[in-house]
Protein backbone atom coordinates (compact mmCIF):
# COMPACT_ATOMS: atom_id res chain seq x y z
CA UNK A 1 0.00 0.00 0.00
CA UNK A 2 0.95 3.75 -0.31
CA UNK A 3 3.74 4.68 2.28
CA UNK A 4 5.27 8.41 2.83
CA UNK A 5 8.22 9.36 4.42
CA UNK A 6 9.30 11.83 5.99
CA UNK A 7 12.35 13.59 6.70
CA UNK A 8 13.73 14.71 9.51
CA UNK A 9 12.10 13.81 12.36
CA UNK A 10 13.12 16.84 14.03
CA UNK A 11 14.36 20.10 12.81
CA UNK A 12 15.71 23.19 14.72
CA UNK A 13 16.09 26.38 13.23
CA UNK A 14 17.21 30.62 14.43
CA UNK A 15 14.80 32.67 13.85
CA UNK A 16 14.52 34.44 10.24
CA UNK A 17 16.67 31.07 8.42
CA UNK A 18 14.84 28.96 6.27
CA UNK A 19 13.35 25.00 7.14
CA UNK A 20 12.96 22.35 4.68
CA UNK A 21 11.26 19.26 5.47
CA UNK A 22 11.01 16.73 3.03
CA UNK A 23 8.93 13.62 2.32
CA UNK A 24 8.65 10.84 -0.48
CA UNK A 25 6.00 8.61 -1.36
CA UNK A 26 5.52 5.52 -2.60
CA UNK A 27 2.25 5.16 -4.68
CA UNK A 28 2.78 6.24 -8.72
CA UNK A 29 -0.81 7.10 -8.35
CA UNK A 30 -0.19 9.68 -5.53
CA UNK A 31 -1.75 13.14 -7.13
CA UNK A 32 -2.58 15.26 -4.13
CA UNK A 33 0.14 16.16 -1.33
CA UNK A 34 -1.09 18.31 1.21
CA UNK A 35 0.66 19.48 4.23
CA UNK A 36 -0.23 20.07 7.58
CA UNK A 37 0.53 22.16 10.73
CA UNK A 38 -0.19 21.11 14.17
CA UNK A 39 0.56 23.23 17.50
CA UNK A 40 1.03 21.84 20.24
CA UNK A 41 -2.52 19.53 22.34
CA UNK A 42 -4.50 21.50 18.93
CA UNK A 43 -5.57 19.74 15.59
CA UNK A 44 -4.40 19.39 12.64
CA UNK A 45 -4.93 22.24 9.73
CA UNK A 46 -3.94 22.43 6.36
CA UNK A 47 -1.20 24.73 5.39
CA UNK A 48 -0.91 24.59 1.81
CA UNK A 49 -1.53 21.63 -0.71
CA UNK A 50 -0.35 20.77 -4.49
CA UNK A 51 -1.84 18.16 -6.80
CA UNK A 52 0.49 15.97 -9.26
CA UNK A 53 -0.16 18.65 -12.54
CA UNK A 54 1.57 21.50 -10.47
CA UNK A 55 5.71 21.70 -9.46
CA UNK A 56 5.74 24.45 -7.31
CA UNK A 57 3.05 26.56 -5.57
CA UNK A 58 3.84 29.88 -3.60
CA UNK A 59 2.03 30.95 -0.12
CA UNK A 60 3.91 34.10 1.23
CA UNK A 61 6.34 32.80 2.87
CA UNK A 62 5.51 28.91 2.65
CA UNK A 63 6.34 26.58 -0.89
CA UNK A 64 5.73 23.07 -1.78
CA UNK A 65 8.00 21.54 -4.48
CA UNK A 66 6.94 18.52 -6.26
CA UNK A 67 9.13 15.94 -8.28
CA UNK A 68 6.75 12.98 -9.19
CA UNK A 69 9.51 11.60 -11.22
CA UNK A 70 11.43 10.91 -7.80
CA UNK A 71 8.29 10.80 -6.24
CA UNK A 72 9.31 13.25 -3.18
CA UNK A 73 7.97 16.93 -2.38
CA UNK A 74 8.68 19.28 -0.19
CA UNK A 75 7.59 22.20 1.82
CA UNK A 76 9.49 25.50 2.42
CA UNK A 77 9.48 27.62 5.09
CA UNK A 78 11.59 31.19 4.87
CA UNK A 79 12.15 33.81 7.40
CA UNK A 80 10.75 31.58 10.42
CA UNK A 81 9.09 33.14 13.59
CA UNK A 82 8.54 31.64 16.57
CA UNK A 83 5.23 30.98 15.86
CA UNK A 84 6.16 28.80 12.87
CA UNK A 85 7.12 25.93 15.91
CA UNK A 86 5.18 23.29 15.47
CA UNK A 87 4.92 19.58 13.94
CA UNK A 88 4.31 19.42 10.25
CA UNK A 89 2.85 16.85 8.38
CA UNK A 90 2.96 15.63 4.87
CA UNK A 91 0.48 13.43 3.06
CA UNK A 92 -0.09 11.57 -0.20
CA UNK A 93 -3.30 10.51 -2.05
CA UNK A 94 -3.59 8.75 -4.62
CA UNK A 95 -6.20 5.82 -5.60
CA UNK A 96 -9.68 5.83 -3.63
CA UNK A 97 -10.04 8.28 -0.64
CA UNK A 98 -7.05 7.16 1.48
CA UNK A 99 -4.51 10.25 2.36
CA UNK A 100 -1.78 8.52 4.19
CA UNK A 101 0.23 10.31 6.39
CA UNK A 102 4.08 11.18 6.92
CA UNK A 103 5.37 10.32 10.76
CA UNK A 104 5.78 14.54 11.12
CA UNK A 105 8.45 16.84 11.60
CA UNK A 106 8.77 18.85 14.77
CA UNK A 107 10.04 22.53 13.75
CA UNK A 108 11.42 24.73 16.73
CA UNK A 109 12.59 28.32 15.92
CA UNK A 110 14.52 29.83 17.71
CA UNK A 111 14.42 33.56 18.98
CA UNK B 1 -19.94 27.20 11.64
CA UNK B 2 -18.74 25.07 14.43
CA UNK B 3 -17.03 22.50 11.50
CA UNK B 4 -16.21 19.25 12.44
CA UNK B 5 -17.49 18.57 16.02
CA UNK B 6 -16.26 15.29 18.35
CA UNK B 7 -17.45 13.93 21.64
CA UNK B 8 -16.27 13.38 24.44
CA UNK B 9 -13.04 15.32 24.62
CA UNK B 10 -11.43 12.58 27.26
CA UNK B 11 -12.01 9.62 27.96
CA UNK B 12 -11.01 6.32 29.86
CA UNK B 13 -12.32 2.86 29.73
CA UNK B 14 -11.15 -0.12 31.23
CA UNK B 15 -9.24 -2.75 29.16
CA UNK B 16 -13.11 -5.17 27.80
CA UNK B 17 -14.99 -1.96 27.97
CA UNK B 18 -16.95 -0.46 24.79
CA UNK B 19 -17.63 2.90 23.83
CA UNK B 20 -18.21 4.91 21.07
CA UNK B 21 -16.99 7.97 19.65
CA UNK B 22 -18.90 10.81 18.57
CA UNK B 23 -18.45 13.18 15.01
CA UNK B 24 -20.37 15.55 13.41
CA UNK B 25 -19.68 18.16 10.52
CA UNK B 26 -21.88 21.20 9.56
CA UNK B 27 -20.03 21.51 6.07
CA UNK B 28 -22.59 19.82 3.97
CA UNK B 29 -19.00 17.68 3.18
CA UNK B 30 -19.34 14.61 1.66
CA UNK B 31 -16.30 12.18 3.08
CA UNK B 32 -15.74 11.72 6.73
CA UNK B 33 -12.76 10.03 8.34
CA UNK B 34 -11.45 8.73 11.67
CA UNK B 35 -7.41 8.91 12.35
CA UNK B 36 -5.70 7.77 15.48
CA UNK B 37 -2.47 9.90 16.07
CA UNK B 38 0.13 7.77 18.44
CA UNK B 39 3.37 9.48 19.58
CA UNK B 40 6.25 9.53 16.08
CA UNK B 41 3.60 7.58 14.24
CA UNK B 42 1.96 10.41 12.36
CA UNK B 43 -1.97 10.05 11.57
CA UNK B 44 -2.59 6.61 11.10
CA UNK B 45 -6.34 6.09 9.31
CA UNK B 46 -8.71 3.65 10.81
CA UNK B 47 -12.10 3.89 8.54
CA UNK B 48 -13.59 6.39 5.90
CA UNK B 49 -16.85 7.51 4.58
CA UNK B 50 -16.68 8.10 0.94
CA UNK B 51 -20.42 9.14 1.08
CA UNK B 52 -23.55 8.54 2.99
CA UNK B 53 -24.21 4.99 3.21
CA UNK B 54 -20.72 3.65 2.53
CA UNK B 55 -17.90 2.69 4.71
CA UNK B 56 -14.47 1.37 4.02
CA UNK B 57 -11.62 0.46 5.89
CA UNK B 58 -8.26 2.36 6.30
CA UNK B 59 -4.61 1.36 7.35
CA UNK B 60 -5.56 0.23 10.74
CA UNK B 61 -8.99 -1.13 11.31
CA UNK B 62 -9.19 -4.21 13.70
CA UNK B 63 -10.69 -3.49 16.58
CA UNK B 64 -12.91 -1.07 15.64
CA UNK B 65 -16.30 -0.44 13.68
CA UNK B 66 -17.84 2.95 12.37
CA UNK B 67 -21.50 4.07 11.53
CA UNK B 68 -22.13 6.68 8.65
CA UNK B 69 -25.76 7.40 10.80
CA UNK B 70 -26.51 10.49 7.89
CA UNK B 71 -24.57 12.76 5.64
CA UNK B 72 -23.58 14.47 8.76
CA UNK B 73 -22.79 12.33 11.60
CA UNK B 74 -19.92 9.42 11.70
CA UNK B 75 -19.14 7.54 15.00
CA UNK B 76 -16.54 5.06 15.67
CA UNK B 77 -16.99 2.10 18.32
CA UNK B 78 -14.39 0.06 20.25
CA UNK B 79 -16.49 -3.35 21.31
CA UNK B 80 -13.53 -4.82 23.57
CA UNK B 81 -11.02 -1.68 24.31
CA UNK B 82 -7.14 -2.50 25.13
CA UNK B 83 -4.49 -1.03 25.92
CA UNK B 84 -3.03 -0.79 22.30
CA UNK B 85 -6.27 1.24 21.50
CA UNK B 86 -4.60 4.01 24.07
CA UNK B 87 -4.45 7.18 21.53
CA UNK B 88 -5.90 10.83 20.47
CA UNK B 89 -8.76 10.33 18.08
CA UNK B 90 -9.44 12.57 15.68
CA UNK B 91 -12.73 12.75 13.00
CA UNK B 92 -12.44 14.61 9.74
CA UNK B 93 -13.90 15.78 6.85
CA UNK B 94 -13.49 16.42 3.15
CA UNK B 95 -15.83 18.14 0.73
CA UNK B 96 -14.73 15.53 -2.42
CA UNK B 97 -12.11 12.96 -3.01
CA UNK B 98 -8.37 14.24 -2.46
CA UNK B 99 -9.29 17.50 -1.15
CA UNK B 100 -8.62 19.41 2.43
CA UNK B 101 -9.57 17.57 5.48
CA UNK B 102 -11.10 19.54 8.28
CA UNK B 103 -10.36 18.16 11.66
CA UNK B 104 -12.33 17.93 15.10
CA UNK B 105 -10.48 18.68 18.53
CA UNK B 106 -9.87 15.36 18.89
CA UNK B 107 -10.58 12.62 21.48
CA UNK B 108 -8.09 11.78 23.92
CA UNK B 109 -8.54 8.01 24.96
CA UNK B 110 -6.87 6.16 27.95
CA UNK B 111 -7.27 2.26 28.42
CA UNK B 112 -6.44 0.78 31.18
Known amino acids: GENVEQHPSTLSVQEGDSAVIKCTYSDSASNYFPWYKQELGKRPQLIIDIRSNVGEKKDQRIAVTLNKTAKHFSLHITETQPEDSAVYFC??????????FGAGTRLFVKA | NAGVTQTPKFQVLKTGQSMTLQCAQD?????MYWYRQDPGMGLRLIYYSASEGTTDKGEVPNGYNVSRLNKREFSLRLESAAPSQTSVYFC???????????FGNGTRLTVT
Open chain 2, 27 to 31: MNHNS
Open chain 1, 91 to 100: AGGGGGFKTI
Open chain 2, 92 to 102: ASSEERLSPLH
